[in-house]
């Protein structure tokens, strides 16, 4: 690593030494124009000025007397195919009528970041008193520098200046070189007055230094990717890397749904290929000029440092997103890059095209990364592969924050494991709100849960399968081309509060993934398409979180389908289909939640892998769930009576567990002196309002406990006398 750091920096300072020689040579050709056009006092107030491109030039070697020397040295540093911008400059300008001209050109205009000497020169010329030279300026210098020629024949003085002019206006103005922007001219009024500046990214690429654009930034390829070497091996993207690496003008362009994953597979082409980019990002907000100036940006970044541009159609792919339709010239025969969600979204260019699909990896290529990041965890990686379905820089960036975790961990610390590399991937997760969804940070265990044991033992089969999913259907070969086998569908129903949100929490810790709860209600919209917009956003918001779903209300899409008798009853069926379509392609696990099975359409419910029952609980099971919800500091009375509540009243476990705290607050309520205590009263007030919430009928306060009592009025003994 320290000897290509050596390499590089060793690298750069020789780019920064010829950078500046041609520089002050640039420099000491314009002194002795500007010393020819003035005199008498304009001339002495130059002076200084003059004499420190002089003296900045002798200082590199740069001197009248030994002009043919340094002329011959850059003549030859230009033609040889060297990492020097001014190289590459010269190497496309050598297709262009007078295009030896742009290199002094685009020197002339990076002096004044030279040295605050130059500036002081320009400042005095400009007519503004701009630190900048002119176009004016720019043809005085190549008139003087053009073949000599008679004074006292004016058509021929006359013949000369134009023969710089015309030339020095094309390369400015309608140049292919001069679209991209080298140079450009600033400011208003005639042409020759206007301000020469630096295209952007010039100053940084003379320096070595990556280009400091608004909109783009320069970013390496990418090399050995974990995951990836499927995807690479593919014909059409090896095909596009060889072209990439010949320079080949040609549009490579990535197309799928995540902006990360297309990001990935592009660097990792650009890493296969030995090349960077300029990725710039162009959205539909921006006005068409502002996305024209900013992917021109990118372009002239990228020629300069040896790079691909890379425009990056971010947002909805409209087709007044496309940023504008270059054509050949303005590539500079470069290879350019392009991604967008779809193809609707890529730029028109006349150039041959290779498309390339970003899709997310497969499990057999999530575990084979995960093996290559951390091989110590063995089966662990099947485990993540089947759980997390992220991508190779997502992974790359939990294994340096368990990097990080564990250099800065107590010493004699656990070593990590699987919910360590979970917790990481939630802190790097983007959260972003939506209205109808609620994220769950999962606290709930399944100690937490009293279910009878077939819901239980339902609960576990469908952890495993998700953690066997790589084995059963990669392994085993029993995906079969089918994309609905991955993931996992659940049907939870029952009467409400009986445990089926607090058992998808739970569900969620098990799996060490955050829960994100859906009110299904709160998305149907009685606008058309509506509805199925407010689920797409919902999935590609647990896609991106990697959240377990659940869907409360399921009854609210999921009710028995309606004859089509008008176009309501149509497009609710519609948004129906497209909710059972989206279920199919989630590769993670989504649950949904109903009060009553029977309003669920049987012909949905093939369609989940496990159908679970949330029943009320029976009297064993209250009685614990009494038992669960008082913690162990709770002050109890000595005249509390668990099971006497519990056989009394058959409520449900989230009723259970409103009443418990309820009592808790009534005691703390009543306490003046003391210590407080939760006695049966409280209890007993609890419940009761319990019963007003739910709307049913309290069956009173249980007798005393004698053999004689009533039994409770639920009780089967009392249901059939």
């Not at 900048?132 to 300026?137: N, S």
């Not at 990118?298 to 425009?311: I, K, S, V």
Request: aromatic share 6%; hydrophobic share 45%; with cysteine.
């Amino acid at each position: 690593m320290s000897d290509t750091r050596s390499q590089a920096a060793s690298v750069a300072d020789a780019i920064r030494r010829r950078t500046r020689y041609e520089a002050a040579a640039v420099g000491l050709r314009l002194a002795r124009s500007v010393a020819a056009r003035f005199d008498g006092a304009d001339r002495q107030a130059l002076e200084p000025a003059l004499a420190f491109a002089r003296d900045f030039a002798a200082g590199r070697g740069v001197r009248d007397d030994n002009e043919a020397q340094w002329r011959e040295e850059i003549r030859a540093a230009r033609a040889a195919d060297l990492p020097h911008p001014l190289s590459r400059i010269a190497k496309v300008a050598s297709r262009v009528e007078h295009g030896h001209l742009i290199a002094d050109l685009v020197l002339l205009s990076v002096l004044p970041e030279l040295h605050e000497g130059y500036a002081a020169l320009f400042r005095a010329l400009h007519p503004q008193a701009q630190p900048h030279p002119t176009v004016a300026l720019a043809l005085h210098w190549l008139e003087h520098e053009a073949p000599a020629a008679t004074a006292a024949d004016p058509a021929v003085v006359w013949d000369r200046a134009l023969a710089v002019r015309e030339p020095l206006e094309d390369l400015l103005v309608h140049s292919p070189l001069a679209r991209v922007g080298l140079v450009r001219t600033e400011g208003e009024g005639p042409w020759h007055g206007r301000t020469l500046r630096p295209g952007p990214g010039a100053w940084d690429a003379l320096n070595a230094r990556a280009p400091r654009l608004a909109h783009a930034a320069l970013l390496p390829g990418l090399r050995a990717v974990p995951g990836l070497d499927a995807w690479l091996a593919r014909p059409d993207v090896r095909q596009a890397a060889r072209a990439l690496g010949a320079g080949e003008p040609c549009l490579v362009a990535v197309i799928g749904e995540s902006a990360a994953m297309r990001a990935t597979r592009l660097r990792a082409v650009l890493g296969a290929a030995g090349l960077g980019a300029v990725r710039v990002g162009l959205t539909a907000a921006m006005g068409e000029s502002e996305r024209a100036n900013a992917a021109i940006d990118a372009y002239c970044a990228a020629f300069l440092h040896r790079a691909c541009p890379w425009l990056e159609i971010e947002g909805d792919p409209v087709t007044d997103a496309v940023p504008f339709a270059p054509g050949r010239d303005l590539a500079w025969d470069l290879p350019v890059l392009a991604s967008a969600a779809t193809e609707r979204g890529l730029p028109v260019l006349d150039l041959p095209i290779f498309l390339l699909r970003a899709e997310p990896l497969s499990a057999v290529a999530r575990r084979r990364m995960w093996d290559a990041l951390l091989p110590q965890l063995g089966a662990g990686a099947s485990v993540l592969a089947a759980r997390y379905p992220i991508d190779p820089e997502e992974a790359r960036g939990v294994v340096s924050d368990l990097a990080l975790r564990q250099r800065t961990a107590e010493e004699g610390g656990a070593a990590f494991g699987l919910d360590d590399i979970g917790e990481c991937l939630r802190s790097r997760t983007g959260w972003h709100a939506r209205p109808g969804v609620r994220r769950v940070i999962p606290r709930a265990q399944w100690s937490d849960l009293l279910l009878p044991r077939r819901a239980s033992v339902q609960l576990t089969e469908a952890v495993l399968r998700i953690h066997q999913q790589l084995t059963v259907l990669d392994d085993w070969g029993f995906e079969q081309g089918r994309n609905d086998r991955r993931g996992l569908r659940l049907l939870f129903y029952g009467p409400p509060g009986t445990g089926k949100t607090l058992a998808a929490e739970a569900m969620a810790r098990a799996l060490g993934v955050d829960l994100l709860a859906v009110d299904l209600a709160s998305l149907v919209s009685k606008w058309i398409g509506e509805t199925e917009k407010n689920l797409a956003a919902v999935f590609e918001v647990a896609e991106r979180s990697r959240s377990l779903l659940f869907f409360d209300e399921a009854d609210a899409l999921f009710a028995r389908r309606t004859d089509v008798q008008d176009s309501n009853d149509r497009y609710a069926n519609l948004e129906t289909a497209f909710l059972l379509q989206r279920l199919e392609r989630y590769e993670g696990v989504a649950v949904l939640a109903t009060n009553l099975r029977a309003s669920v359409d049987a012909a949905f419910t093939r369609r989940f892998e496990f159908i679970v029952e949330f029943p009320e609980p029976d009297l064993e099971a209250r009685e614990r769930l009494w038992r669960l919800h008082l913690p162990e500091g709770a002050p109890l009375a000595d005249d509390v009576d668990l099971p006497r509540l519990a056989e009394w009243y058959a409520i449900s476990g989230a009723q259970i567990r409103n009443a418990a705290l309820g009592a808790a607050f009534f005691a703390a309520a009543e306490s003046r002196e003391g210590e407080p205590a939760i006695g049966q009263r409280h209890f007993l007030r609890a419940i009761e309002r319990e019963f007003d919430k739910a709307g049913k009928a309290h069956p009173g306060n249980p007798p005393e406990r004698t053999p004689e009592a009533p039994r409770a009025p639920h009780s089967p003994v009392n249901a059939h006398p």
